[in-house]
């Protein structure tokens, strides 16, 4: 029977569970992350052809705002919603940026500014198929100080050793980042 976190930081996650491994393997807790998809495309026939529905779809998790999905445009997807490609972009820089906020405070290094603009590419296949080849972060870091713009950067291999998302990836999600003292990132 899972147990549910009682420690204050994970309460405010949502719909995250803590549950004691039996495996003997020495980890302590699995985390399990839990969302409800519903495809709202159908125009009434369905999948009756592949131009007779929608990509729509809604994903939601409890306590948290709705995301709008579809698929890329490419694939008869609307523009403005978020696509699976786009989310799993957005989820490595996310995990990127978190893992290095964690290792800059424990280091000493005080960042003060963060933006990343990051590049998925993804090669299609004749038979339909694809996949991604690589993720490239572009973070643009703002340190306190002129002395911690040398460290900043190097910080940025930890967070990668550390960020669960690109640790579960078969591509390569390659790093050029950038750390300036005194400077708007934006």
């Not at 495996?23 to 699995?30: A, H």
Request: glycine share 10%; charged share 25%.
């Amino acid at each position: 029977m899972p147990l549910i976190a009682s420690d204050k930081r994970h309460a405010a996650t949502g719909p995250c569970r803590l549950k004691p491994l039996a495996t003997g393997s020495g980890e302590r807790d699995v985390h399990r992350y839990e969302i409800r998809l519903d495809w709202t495309g159908n125009r009434g026939t369905g999948t009756s052809g592949y131009r007779d529905y929608d990509r729509r779809h809604e994903v939601r998790s409890a306590g948290k705002p709705m995301i709008a999905g579809s698929a890329d445009r490419t694939f008869r997807g609307e523009a403005d919603h978020w696509n699976p490609e786009e989310l799993l972009v957005a989820a490595l820089a996310q995990c990127h940026m978190l893992s290095f906020l964690h290792v800059a405070a424990d280091s000493g290094v005080v960042v003060t500014g963060y933006i990343d603009e990051a590049v998925g590419t993804m090669r299609l296949n004749p038979d339909g198929s694809g996949q991604f080849t690589e993720v490239v972060l572009r973070p643009r870091v703002q340190v306190a100080a002129a002395e911690q713009v040398e460290p900043a950067q190097r910080l940025h291999e930890r967070a990668h050793a550390l960020c669960f998302i690109a640790r579960s990836v078969n591509f390569p999600v390659r790093h050029e980042p950038v750390a300036a003292v005194g400077e708007s990132v934006g």
